[in-house]
């Protein structure tokens, strides 16, 4: 399995931007799609974004659609998640996760389909 790093969290502002980044290693990025999850203090894991291989093919969460950005550099082995306009809300655990796929344009918001789990990075957003 490729094993997954996220990095690029922290405290800011509300309103401010920040850019999470995901470092694949043992094995290439390319065969999988990639997906940033949260979770918020006391709740549960919800789905933010994915990229499908290709990098083709993005879907989004509701409240973060034209505010976030997911991208992905298949020669660096990198995903990432540019954030921007960031609310309170937004506050919480990002995690990426890789699904190894067989299409280069599928993409899934289900956190059961990954089985490639980063530990995850703090985010916090003041108000």
């Known amino acids: 399995q490729v094993q997954l790093e996220e990095s690029g969290g922290g405290l800011v502002q509300a309103g401010d931007s920040l850019r999470l980044a995901c470092a694949a290693s043992?094995?290439?990025?390319?065969?999988?799609?990639v997906g940033w999850f949260r979770q918020a203090p006391g709740k549960g894991r919800e789905f933010v974004a994915a990229?499908?291989?290709?990098?083709?093919?993005?879907k989004y969460a509701d409240s973060v659609k034209d505010r976030f950005t997911i991208s992905r550099d298949n020669i660096r082995n990198m995903g990432y998640l540019q954030m921007n306009s960031l609310k309170p809300e937004d506050t919480g655990v990002y995690y990426c996760?890789?699904?190894?796929?067989?299409?280069?344009?599928?993409?899934?918001?289900?956190?059961?389909?990954?089985?490639?789990w980063g530990q995850g990075t703090q985010v916090t957003v003041a108000s």
């Open positions: 996760a890789g699904d190894r796929v067989s299409m280069s344009t599928f993409a899934s918001n289900l956190q059961t389909r990954y089985d490639s």
């Open positions: 043992m094995y290439t990025l390319s065969s999988y799609a």
């Open positions: 990229i499908s291989p290709s990098g083709s093919v993005t």
